[in-house]
């Protein structure tokens, strides 16, 4: 007789459908090969696409009122209610507040769960440390306890498993929570897009670092990828951008309407008279068409990041990155990416004029080359999504 767990869906959760389409969409597909998927995340732009891949259905969380406890309350309820009637045999669920209400869930319906955390955003600093703190506590004590009978629980430390995306978050959630270590894991984020690896592959001969396109020795413009944040880095962007009227700067990003955090489209409006400055919205792999053009990747964030992928993108096709020490996510470092000593437009604009010195020079090439190798060795789609299907199979019984 077949086993019916084997029948049921492996569900992929997170708080917006960008998220699962923009970051893991190669891995919904290869679990698709051999399994039923399901994506629960709100419907967005990028809710179309994401269907492509896999089964959706809106999972209506507010995070709009993320400091609603009425709100919070209702997002898990529609979360139970879900995965009640679905029985997945496996959740993989994103972010912080998503594994907040999932692990919970998932305690009740006694289903094995992996979280990933993508960076600890905003709560990720001092000023929030506590809250932080109590968060993953709560996290991890509801992800170790097994549901036996109603008011009966034990300890079942293989019901749930954590994937941290950067060394430096994984070690505070050690020391936060003492897990035991064969439980946690460090993938570094979702990886360069299988996309971007074949095109260098079908284009080897157009794709190698141009020597000849650096001896200009000029850096035509800057580009900054990323959701319109001040905590990633746009408002610093856009101020480089008025100190600097020889250069062309680019953005590429939406405004986040649930963060008050992010610029809204009246200041994107004023922001438009500078003519030296383009927004451009979301485009898909907008890297692409900087390769050997002599443009700059600009990451100032302070943002709780997991690991920046604009930065492996970039190092991949032979750009440049200048970033703030923050962004370095203790993955890449000073031999790949410049780094800024102050994190200010000038500091910035500093550092630009450096790298337009060192075009076509050997300590250029040579941080070129080894960025490049880096994120070739330790960063491929491919990597990534070999490494967490490897997480599952640790389950017991799970045929994934």
Known sequence: MRDKKIDRPIIFVANSSWYLDHYRSGLIRKCATVNKVIALSPIDKSTECLSINALHIPWNINRENSKSFIALILDFLRMYNLLRILKPKLIHSHTLKANLIVVVCAYFLKIPIVLSFAGLGKLNTKKNSIILSILLKIIYFIGILENNKLLRFSRNYNRTKYIFQNAKDKRLFEKICNPQKSKIFLIYGSGVPDELINFAKNNVNNFNYSIESSKNNKINGCIYCGRLLRSKGIKIFTD?????????????????????????????????????????????????????????????????????????????????????????????????????????????????????????????????????????????????????????????????
């Open 240 to 400: 480089i951008s008025k100190l600097d009227s020889k250069r062309k700067y680019f953005v590429y990003g939406e405004i986040d309407n649930a963060s008050p955090d992010s610029f809204k489209e009246e200041q994107i409006k004023k922001l438009k008279k500078n003519k030296n400055l383009d927004f451009k919205g979301f485009v898909k792999n907008p890297l692409l068409k900087f390769r050997n053009k002599n443009y700059i990747l600009l990451v100032p964030s302070i943002y709780g990041e997991g690991v920046p992928r604009a930065i492996a993108e970039a190092l991949f096709l032979g750009i440049p990155v200048i970033c703030s020490s923050n962004a370095l996510s203790e993955i890449f470092t000073s031999d790949m990416v410049y780094v800024v000593d102050k994190r200010n437009p000038k500091s910035f604009l500093k550092k630009i004029e450096q790298v337009e010195n060192e075009l076509g020079k050997k300590i250029y090439q040579d941080k070129i080359s080894q960025g490049k190798n880096f994120v070739i060795k330790n960063m491929s789609e491919k990597k990534i999504i070999s490494e967490t299907l490897k997480i599952y199979k640790t389950f017991e019984h799970q045929n994934i």
